[in-house]
């Protein structure tokens, strides 16, 4: 049977795992603004089966249902791509979405498959970190507060997408539709061995 619609509630406490969002490219990239695509990450110690669970958008754009199959090994990466996988050229996406994702007065919910909120991301008005003047994604910090990505541009993209994220800014600057560094309380997550760069075949959303 198809997977129950989860409703986009106001007021979420999410579990903040065993997958979590990892990174957003919501601004797009240096080739084009559409150029958007989502990372999630297993942060656990055992591979997660992600089959039927949902990522939404609070305007409604996105709503993507992850397909039969779909497990992300611990602590491995998980690439979804906006319209075709040319979002990141030089890595295959794991799963393909339709819709965009608005700049501002928006957010992200993951939901696993009995619709419990398993990760939160909230632009209201603005998201929490990201850049789009310069093109710089929105990251996860190993508390799970968010931060501009840190570093240089590799193939087109100011991102880490199927690989570690890179580390917090230690002076932050200001960002357009965004902030360098969100606050979170301190969690503990357990370290992550470094990641292999393969690529999956990619899945195409219904």
């Known amino acids: 049977p198809p997977p129950k619609a989860c409703g986009y509630a106001k007021i979420v406490t999410p579990t903040h795992g065993p997958v979590i969002i990892n990174e957003v490219a919501w601004m797009g990239s240096k080739t084009s603004a559409s150029d958007e695509w989502i990372e999630l990450k297993n942060i656990s110690e055992t591979d997660a089966t992600v089959?039927?669970?949902?990522?939404?958008?609070?305007?409604?754009?996105?709503?993507?249902v992850l397909p039969q199959g779909a497990i992300i090994?611990?602590?491995?990466?998980?690439l979804l791509?906006?319209?075709?996988?040319?979002?990141?050229s030089n890595i295959s996406a794991d799963f393909i979405f339709v819709g965009s994702i608005a700049n501002a007065d928006d957010g992200l919910r993951l939901y696993?498959?009995?619709?419990?909120?398993?990760?939160?991301?909230?632009?209201?008005?603005?998201?929490?970190?990201g850049n789009a003047t310069n093109r710089l994604t929105m990251e996860r910090a190993r508390n799970f507060s968010w931060h501009d990505y840190n570093g240089?541009?590799?193939?087109?993209?100011?991102?880490?997408?199927?690989?570690?994220?890179?580390?917090?800014?230690?002076?932050p600057a200001g960002s357009a539709h965004g902030g360098s560094v969100s606050s979170a309380p301190p969690v503990s997550v357990p370290a992550a061995p470094s990641q292999p760069t393969s690529a999956t075949p990619s899945s195409v959303a219904a």
């Open 51 to 64: 089959s039927g669970w949902q990522l939404l958008s609070k305007r409604g754009n996105v709503s993507a």
């Open 73 to 78: 090994p611990a602590h491995r990466f998980y």
């Open 81 to 88: 791509e906006r319209t075709d996988d040319n979002s990141v």
């Open 112 to 129: 696993d498959g009995n619709c419990k909120v398993a990760d939160d991301a909230d632009a209201s008005p603005s998201w929490p970190a």
């Open 152 to 171: 240089t541009e590799i193939n087109n993209i100011f991102g880490t997408p199927r690989v570690e994220n890179s580390a917090p800014p230690l002076i």
